[in-house]
C-alpha cells in the first residue's frame, strides 16, 4: 500500500499562516476592539453594565468570536509543530507545550464572560440576583476574567521566544521576524510583570516600546506564511 505523501512545508505554512491571520483578526476584535467599544475597562460598573445591556448582541458576539481565537491559537501551535519538528523537535515541543498551556486558562476566563450575559439577563444562577446588585456582580466577573487573561498573557509571551528561535534556526521565514518574535515574547513578559514590580511602567513609553515587537512580528510572520509558506521542500 502507498505511502501517504508528505505535506510540503509551502502548504504547511500556509495552512498555519490562514489559521494564524484569522487568529489575529478575531483576536483584534474579541480582545481589543469590542472591549474598547463597550467601555468594558471603566472603573463605573453601572456605565458598564449599560453598555452590556444595550448592546447584548454586540457582547456575544464579541465573546464567540474569542473563544474561536483561543481555538485558533492551539490551531496554530499544532501547524507551527507540524512545520518546525523535523528541524528542531524539542524547541518545536517547548513551542507547543506553552501554547496548550495557556488555552485552558483562557477558557477559564471566557467562563466569567459568559456568567456576565446571565446577570445580564437575570437568567440561570443570577435569576434571582436583584437588579440592583447586578453593575457589582458583572464588575466582579470581569475583574475574575482579567486576572485569568493575566495568567495566560505570560503564555501567549513565552511561546513566541521558541517560536522566534525556531524561525532563526531554520530560516523558513525571514529571520527578521524570527528576531521580532524573540523580543515580542520579551516584551510580553516584561509588560506583564512590569506594573507588579513598578505600578507606574504601565504608563510609561517602555511599555508601548516594548509592545511593539510582538505585533510586527506576529502579523508580519502570519502575513508571510499565507502568502509564501514555508521555505524548503519537506518539514
Not at 450575559?117 to 475583574?143: H, K, T, Y
Not at 501567549?156 to 530560516?171: A, E, Q, S, Y
Request: aromatic share 12%; net charge neutral.
Amino acid at each position: 500500500m502507498a505511502a501517504a505523501p508528505e505535506t510540503s512545508n509551502a502548504t504547511l505554512g500556509r495552512l498555519a499562516g490562514a489559521a494564524y491571520v484569522s487568529l489575529v483578526i478575531t483576536g483584534i476584535f474579541g480582545l481589543a476592539y469590542a472591549p474598547k467599544k463597550l467601555g468594558l475597562s471603566s472603573d463605573d460598573p453601572q456605565a458598564v453594565y449599560n453598555a452590556i445591556s444595550e448592546a447584548t448582541f454586540f457582547y456575544s458576539a464579541s465573546v464567540v468570536t474569542e473563544l474561536v481565537c483561543y481555538a485558533l491559537f492551539a490551531i496554530v501551535g499544532v501547524f507551527l509543530y507540524r512545520l518546525f519538528s523535523s528541524r528542531a523537535p524539542s524547541l518545536s515541543l517547548i513551542m507547543l507545550v506553552l501554547v496548550a498551556a495557556s488555552v485552558p486558562i483562557s477558557y477559564i476566563a471566557m467562563a466569567q464572560k459568559v456568567e456576565v450575559l446571565d446577570i445580564v439577563r437575570g437568567s440561570g444562577d443570577f435569576a434571582a440576583l436583584a437588579a440592583s446588585e447586578r453593575p457589582a456582580a458583572v464588575a466582579e466577573m470581569l475583574n475574575a476574567y482579567s486576572a485569568y487573561t493575566g495568567m495566560a498573557e505570560i503564555f501567549w509571551g513565552l511561546w513566541l521566544i521558541p517560536f522566534g528561535m525556531l524561525v532563526l534556526k531554520t530560516r523558513y521565514i525571514p529571520r527578521l521576524l524570527g528576531l521580532l518574535l524573540v523580543l515580542g515574547g520579551l516584551g510580553y513578559i516584561a509588560n506583564d510583570f512590569g506594573p507588579m514590580l513598578f505600578p507606574a511602567y504601565k504608563g510609561t513609553m517602555a511599555y508601548d516600546i516594548a509592545s511593539m515587537p510582538s505585533s510586527f512580528g506576529e502579523i508580519g510572520a502570519a502575513l508571510w506564511l499565507l502568502i509564501f509558506g514555508a521555505r524548503g521542500d519537506k518539514p
